[in-house]
């Protein structure tokens, strides 16, 4: 890709989601916390409370992770987080399983949003709502279409941290040639197919859309559609798969008349790939995250848009699902440690930090006080494409459909929706491809229902 800006905000790692892995990293049970140095007390001398937290940030998130731990370290004298990176989510949650409800956990985990049922019956964690109300904690100032993912009946279990959304991101040059408003993107799925016929020229291709399932998911939900029953398995656990109903089908068959009129282009489902194809003028239109935002307009020669996902034609606009990843606190660690992981949460929780956090990042704040922050204000004064990722966000619907689903096999589910999408793209039926993909998701359900402690 071509840089032409520099920014300090550049894109980040965004969760790359597949199935759990079942080995396990012995080197997660060696764990060594070495003690700190003493502090000078009336009373005598007193070590300061060490606490591990396993994350699965890199390059500059954890650059910019790094100098978070070490303010809240040098913020206050009584305890001191080590941040320790654990490779990917699944590695970190693979390693997680061989300590976890144990004394030798980390206080902290971070784990991927599609984790949070598994963390919820895994027996591991101790939920944060203990802590929100110990400490009367106020967390009607943190943003609800953020905390509405991560509550279950009203409980909050982890602490949200790294989040994000899908955004439509476009090609405002391409749009000008095309005879298209530059200003205006489509929003419908109707809409978009008509630009991308008319924006396909040459080797652009008018559409795209990693094979991800994340972004499938978010096409459902803007419809108002649900991926599992039991309300999108939040009033019981999911025994069922309904994403190749109505909404489903309407996603297929969007992608597959595009491919079929060679305006969709496949880059596969590489982040890097299909990032390089828009950078490259090789794709007008497509759906990255809202975190990739910041890299897309640093990285390419042209004006970038950014858009709200688009929705089905007959469909309402609901919104976007949340996603990224939350923060748990380990169950079975010392009190002690308890409380200075909540700590390190609520710092984590100041504007001042989220400020930091979203400009380093692109991720969201979780605290939208951190938008009213001088350096947020100048950067979105200057690059409005940042507020437009907020504005969506805040703007979705609270309801079933836009909290997300939550079962414990979503990763396996995920390579399903993969598959299919696959085989459509080779010419397969839309709907006999989204039905293989249900059929392969409920025989993972019923496992995973069976095998449950």
Known sequence: MKQIVKLSLFSLLIFTLVMLTACTNSDSTKKEVKPVKDKEKAGGTEEKVSIEFWHAMSGTGQESLDEIVKGFNESQDDYEVKAEFQGTYEESLTKLRSVGGTKDAPAITQVFEV???????????????????????????????????????????????????????YNKDAFKEAGLDPDKAPETFAEVIDAAAKLKKGEMYGFSMLTYGWFFEQLVATQGGLYVNEDNGRSGDATEALFNGTEGQNVFRFLDTMNKAGTFGNFGTNWDDIRAAFSSGKVAMYLDSSAGVAGAIATTPFDVGVAYMPHGDDAERNGVVIGGASLWMSKGIAEKEQEAAWEFMKYLTTPKVQAKWHLDTGYFAINPKAYEEADVKEKWAEYPQYKVTVD?????????????????????????????????????????????????????????????K
């Open 115 to 169: 984790g949070t049922k598994y963390m919820i019956d895994s027996g591991y964690i101790e939920p944060i709502q203990s802590f929100i109300d110990k400490h009367k904690y106020d967390s009607s100032e943190l943003e609800q279409n953020i905390l509405n993912y991560y509550k279950i009946d009203d409980k909050l279990y982890s602490m949200p941290f790294n989040s994000s959304t899908p955004v439509m991101l």
């Open 392 to 452: 969506q966000l805040q703007d979705t619907k609270a309801n079933l459909a836009t909290q997300g689903a939550l079962i414990s096999v979503f990763p396996e589910s995920r390579q399903y929706v993969v598959t299919a999408l696959e085989e459509l793209y080779q010419g397969g039926n839309p709907k006999e491809a989204l039905d293989q993909a249900v059929e392969g998701t409920n025989r993972a359900i019923e496992i995973a229902n069976k095998t449950k």
